[in-house]
């Protein structure tokens, strides 16, 4: 069965430093998202994207995020400048309709 | 703005026994599409059983159903039959009828099935 695939599976980085997070959708979906949980809270949305550009974020999604499908495949979130409170579980998750399905996660810990 | 409220952070239950965990929303829109997912120890989000408001049949997926009841906006969870793999925190989650939609989710309830 096809799935939603991340890497990396947990990532450390200094505050102030750029990460990447890596999400392969599964292939003939068309919409694409990315949500975070910080430990212990909900699971919160932080932008979707369709037809190569950004349909919807949120508040969280600020100038130090953005996405990127560079290759048809691949679908990633970029964070710039990493901060304490970045520090949760970033999930990725497709769909082609209304059901999304999500990878495993990447939990980011910036120290 | 739409919001969904689980208020049981924790349940536990026999395992063999039926248990039922509660989801209210708030919402102006008439369509829209209601889910639960689990969330094992690994973290992972699967889902569970997705019901279409404009349905009034409650969905079942084997041992897993629902309670719609669209004029309180209430969508609780009902799993018979619990099994050890049953634990793990489960999340209500809303999305309008927009392909592409994002979902909102509850705080989540913390289910543990106990031998």
């Known amino acids: 069965e096809p799935e939603v695939t991340q890497t990396p599976s947990h990532q450390v980085t200094q505050m102030g430093q750029e990460v990447i997070l890596r999400c392969v959708p599964i292939?003939?979906?068309?919409?694409f998202y990315w949500y975070r949980q910080i430990l212990g809270q909900k699971v919160e949305f932080l932008v979707s994207f369709y037809n190569n550009e950004i349909s919807e974020k949120s508040e969280i999604f600020d100038d130090q995020f953005s996405v990127e499908r560079p290759d048809g495949s691949n679908f990633t979130l970029k964070i710039r400048s990493t901060k304490l409170e970045d520090s949760a579980m970033y999930f990725c998750?497709?769909?082609?309709?209304?059901?999304?399905?999500f990878g495993p996660g990447t939990r980011l810990t910036v120290t | 703005a739409q919001t969904v409220t689980q208020s049981q952070p924790e349940m536990s239950v026999q395992e063999a026994e039926t248990v039922t965990l509660s989801c209210t929303y708030d919402t102006s829109e008439n369509n829209y599409y209601l889910f639960w997912y689990k969330q094992p120890p690994s973290r992972q989000m699967i889902l569970v059983i997705r019901?279409?408001?404009?349905?009034?049949q409650n969905a079942t997926e084997n041992r897993f159903s629902v309670n719609f009841q669209k004029a309180a906006k209430s969508f609780s969870l009902k799993i018979s039959d619990s099994q050890l793999g049953d634990t793990a925190m489960y999340f209500c989650a809303f999305m309008k009828q927009s392909p592409g939609g994002k979902l909102i989710f509850g705080q989540g309830t913390e289910l543990s099935v106990k031998p």
């Open positions: 019901q279409e408001a404009y349905k009034q």
């Open positions: 998750a497709s769909a082609t309709g209304y059901e999304q399905y």
């Open positions: 292939s003939n979906h068309l919409y």
